[in-house]
């Protein structure tokens, strides 16, 4: 079980002003802005992408009181203490696509996350919750520990959002997408020298 969780050593970074301009293509590829910036379900999309069930593979679910450990800024959003959640999402065959951390109130985590082996879009979707992703930042950088568990070197690229329930903050996310993801994507950046 992990003590800490896997955030990228940023060479780049946006904020909530970026995402809602978007990058320039030569940075990342409109296919990957619409997985990176969307606010659609990554763990829906991946599932589009690959044709195989999304699956996730818990590593860590701790109580961390009020310590955001180099969380985002916006986990001072989400109702202490917390509760981190990390996981793999993957495919049925075993593929590592994702990465996720979530700080969750752990008042409330066991009322949303009934079935903790499920991908949270799943868990709300069976439960009719009504959200709203609210993308925050946008990340590019390295982290050896993701290099080791992608089997794919960095750099990575990674976001982080709010989930938004009834007016509240439910959760703060922090995804990183595997590289392995060019075979669907097509490359992270588009070479305008060839249009």
């Known amino acids: 079980m992990p003590a800490t969780w896997y955030a990228l050593d940023p060479i780049w970074e946006g904020d909530e002003t970026v995402v809602q301009q978007g990058l320039p293509h030569t940075q990342l590829a409109p296919a990957w802005q619409l997985l990176m910036l969307g606010d659609g ?18 590593i860590d679910m701790s109580p961390i009181g009020e310590d955001a450990q180099g969380a985002p800024a916006r986990i001072q959003m989400v109702p202490s203490p917390w509760i981190r959640r990390q996981v793999w999402l993957r495919t049925a065959s075993g593929q590592r696509l994702a990465y996720a951390t979530s700080w969750w109130e ?65 959760t703060l996310i922090y995804e990183v997408f595997s590289p392995y993801l060019t075979k669907y994507l097509g490359s992270t950046e588009l070479d305008l020298s060839k249009r």
């Open 41 to 58: 379900s990554p763990t829906r999309h991946l599932q589009l992408l690959t044709g195989e069930p999304t699956e996730v593979d818990v």
């Open 106 to 170: 752990a008042s409330h985590v066991d009322e949303y996350l009934q079935n903790r082996s499920l991908p949270i879009w799943a868990s709300l979707a069976r439960l009719r919750t009504e959200l709203y992703r609210d993308v925050q930042g946008i990340h590019y950088g390295h982290s050896a520990p993701l290099e080791l568990a992608f089997g794919q070197r960095g750099p990575f690229w990674g976001r982080h959002y709010l989930f938004w329930h009834h007016g509240r903050p439910l």
